[in-house]
């Protein structure tokens, strides 16, 4: 295992030997891959989202827990691994619920190795663009809690565009008062304008600003 | 007697007999004279006869009527006779048969003794040196004049018996010529016989007249008597002058008395008062002929005789009683024939049902695994696209030059195990599917449940865990049946249950519970589904009844019909506490003994 930013690629399925083949191929190209024989094995485990990426191969039909209600138990949890379902014949419906529910893809067994390792890549990829948003999503909304109430409010108002003036009015407060908040607001955000801030708010909070 | 003269004579005698008839009113008196010699010959002997006894009966005129043996009898019996002159023998048979009496007796020529008068002579060809005594005629030919010939016949016939030769038993050949005697005669000096039977003085006479060269014949077995001639026996009283039953007492008495005047004839005959035929009487009974004839039956055929109405009724019955023998005989085989040809038909149909029902079976497994066919596709996936990953990854592997010897050694490992995987599923499939005979093995019941689950679980991904509660003591846990046609009831079974439990998603177990029932081993398994609607619950046995979209319908009909098969039966029921159905069904259970030696096979 290479340090911390190498991707990790789960495997969940049932049925042993396929499941070591799948883990034998990922390695063969050099993935850092994990086996897990069952979905309640994988939450047991609750293995942290890696730095380097990474993603989630899942059966879709397994006893007694499903690959779906992994999936549904993982959003519900706002894990932010990718899925990649493996489907048998005759499991299109379900392919298409896991879609719906947000899977990156679906593969129907039997599947050819280069499909299956380009999706393997291109859901790593996205877990690498997912783990960064989320990284900065994490570091706004901890820029935007060093605020108090009152900074966090004046701060809401500048980058919906309002001057101090209106800012005062609409809180009832001095002008001067506000140009303080807002000096404070600048100070502790590390933002030099109103458009800075409010890119800043909506990061921590798509809907920050309505 | 084949000459023109006799012809003549033989046309002319039916026209005497009318001519005869047609002069009865002159008071004719008829008398009867055996034609021995031929009838033109006694025309001519006795001719003479005729007219001086006319004379010496006035008014009367007399006919003779020249007959044979038989006829003479006819026309005794027909009253048309008032006389008649015959052989000692022929004489004796009348007497029993007609009634007739003898008024006189001839006596020849040369005879003193009216009582010894006829005897036989036996004659050969000279040369036939080997013929010298009656013994000699062993296995010879004898011709002779009639069986019914006094002494043309049964006088000697005396004699070859009392030589210990019986012609009856086939000793002597005998030839009979019929009348005349001169037949005879003829038959030895053509050879077509060995020897011939003559009238005592025939042979002398004829060589008198000339007929016969002399000395052509001789006669054998001479014996001396008071004959003048030659003779082969003893000699026996002379003809007899005989009346019949119905003619007068007068009549015979002036007759009687006409004969006795007569003077001696041409051959020196004359007529005597009646002899003695003691000596005929003897002969006839030792012969048992003529009134004797009755001695030569057996006291079984006259019991017979006597009985015959009985023993015809008799004869009737047992033939009545063979008859139906025969016919109960005929029915008993004709329903046994019946019965082997509705035997080999029923035969033949419990064939036929027994493939048709086989064919079924076959069916319903093939339809289990088309039912199953997803899943099994599936199944035989796995372990292919695993064996394609590693080969896929070692080649990787190896394009990258990153193929170790333990990666390699892994890869390998998996890759046949795999492929192993693959042929034991198409190898389980194949036995399932294959049609085959039937056949009857001990099992224990828990076993068969625990390979029916296995192959179970083996067709089916993420199939359904099975739950066994085994209740069955050590001594009763066998059955006596064909297991793979068990593994389809429980096959079948499983997979309804699991299918009513997809529907209403639940993860439960599937439960098999084995029992004793009585004398029988119960299967019960339970599913938690919702249950079986009324309306499916009626039909749930009938063939190709199917609540299923791809099902065939046959699948619980065919595991009925296995069940019962084995006599055992099988059943539905609600499961309690529901929701859920429970199918159950029983086979006999065998003895602990049977099943350890079943076992040890």
Redesign the interface.
Known sequence: MAGKDVPVIHVVD??A??R???L??L???GWTAVGHESAEAFMQAAPAFPAGGGCLVLDI????LSGLELQRRLQAGGSPFPIIFMT???DVELAVQAMKAGAIDFLQ???K?QLFLDTVERAVHISCERYLETRRHQEAQQVLERLSVREREVARLLAQGLANKEVARLLKISDNTVHVHRQHVMEKTGTGSAAELARLILRADPGGLD | MNSPAARFFRRLFPAMLLLAAAVQAQESVRIGVLAWQGLEEAEVHWSSLAGQLEKRLPGKRVELIHTDLAGMAAALRARELDFVMTNPGHYVMLEAETGISRIATQVGSGFADPAHVVGSAVVVRRERQDIRSLEDLRGKRLAAVSPDAFGGYQVIWAELRRAGLDPERGQVALQFTDFPMARVIDAVRKGEADAGVLRACLLEYLEREGVLPPGELQVVAVRSTSSPCQVSSPLYPGWAFAAAAGTPPALARDVLLALLSLAPDATGSSWSVPADYHAVYALFRELQIGPYAVLRETAWSSLARRYWPWLVGLLCLMLAGGAYTLHVEHLVQRRTRELSRALDERHRLEATLQAGQQQMEHLSRLSILGELA?TL??EL??????????A???L??QQ?D?LSAS?LQ??AE?IA??SE?AAGILAGIRAFARKRARVREICDMAELVREAAGLMRGMT??GP?IELLDALPEQQRHVCVDPLQIQQVLLNLFKNAWDAQQGVHV?APIEVTLQVVDTTCRIAVRDHGVGLAPEVDAHLFEAFFTTKPEGLGLGLSICKTIVEAHAGEMQALPAAPGPGTVFWFSLPLVAAGAAASGEEK
């Open positions: 049932d049925e030997p396929f070591r083949s799948l034998f191929l390695e063969s190209m039909r397994m006893p007694r048998g014949h005759g067994k039997p599947f190795d | 997803g596709a599936h996936n796995q372990p292919l696209a695993a064996i394609g990953n590693y896929r990854s070692l990787r592997r990258r990153q990666a892994q890869a998996e195990g795999e995987r991904a993420g865990k993860e």
